[in-house]
Structure formats: structure tokens, C-alpha cells
């Protein structure tokens, strides 16, 4: 099982971007999925979470200008980042509840390899 992430770079302060996180492998089920953040000198952070029923939970600080959502079909999910702020600067990194199909009862927690978003003031 693998997530790969996608959809960072560079933008302006004000603007958008939408990551993506498409889960791969001998999947059985997917259970809750998020993304994190790490910025330089800071430790990780939660910025969102999705449930496989679709409830979500965002931190504070992306209240009201972030977005989660998941296609379980794809077995993607995404963040819409707007009126981004020199502070969303980060590793992004995305992650997932998986059950495989080799052991469908036992949920283990996999991470993206990080995507890299910076927003210039």
C-alpha cells in the first residue's frame, strides 16, 4: 500500500492550490484520511481530517479557508487551500487509515511522502 501526493508549489499570498493523495495497493478499505503540515523548525501538525463517512475536522487555522474531501472510488483524497497565508507555508504530507485485503480487520496508518507548498508574501 502506497499514498502518493501531489499538487504542491509556489503561490502568492491570497491564492489557491489543490493537493491530491491517491492511495494504491491490495486495498480492502479505507478508513479515515487527513493531511498534516510541517513547517521549517515546527513540529507536524494536523490541518484536516475526513472520515470514510465523510465527517470532517479542520484545525483552527485553516477553518473557513481549506477544504478536505475524498473520492473513495479513486481512493484519492484532496485539499482545496484558499486565500493561502505566508504561514500555510509547509511539508505537506497526507495520510490514511488502510485495511488490506490480507488482513481486512486490521487498520494500519500510512503516510505520503510529502509535498511541498510555499506561499510568498
Known amino acids: 500500500v502506497q499514498l502518493q501526493a501531489s499538487g504542491g508549489g509556489l503561490v502568492q499570498a491570497g491564492g489557491s492550490l489543490r493537493l491530491s493523495c491517491a492511495a494504491s495497493?491490495?486495498?480492502?478499505?479505507?478508513?479515515?484520511m487527513g493531511w498534516y503540515r510541517q513547517a521549517p523548525g515546527k513540529q507536524r501538525e494536523l490541518v484536516a481530517v475526513?472520515?470514510?463517512?465523510?465527517?470532517?475536522n479542520y484545525a483552527d487555522s485553516v477553518k473557513g479557508r481549506f477544504t478536505i474531501s475524498r473520492d473513495n472510488a479513486k481512493k484519492t483524497q484532496y485539499l482545496q487551500m484558499n486565500s493561502l497565508k505566508s504561514e500555510d507555508t509547509a511539508v505537506y504530507y497526507c495520510?490514511?487509515?488502510?485495511?488490506?485485503?490480507?488482513?481486512?480487520?486490521?487498520?494500519?496508518?500510512?503516510w505520503g511522502q510529502g509535498t511541498l507548498v510555499t506561499v510568498s508574501s
Open positions: 495497493g491490495i486495498i480492502f478499505a479505507i478508513d479515515d
Open positions: 495520510n490514511a487509515n488502510i485495511r488490506s485485503l490480507r488482513e481486512p480487520r486490521k487498520s494500519n496508518r500510512y
Open positions: 475526513i472520515s470514510n463517512g465523510g465527517s470532517t
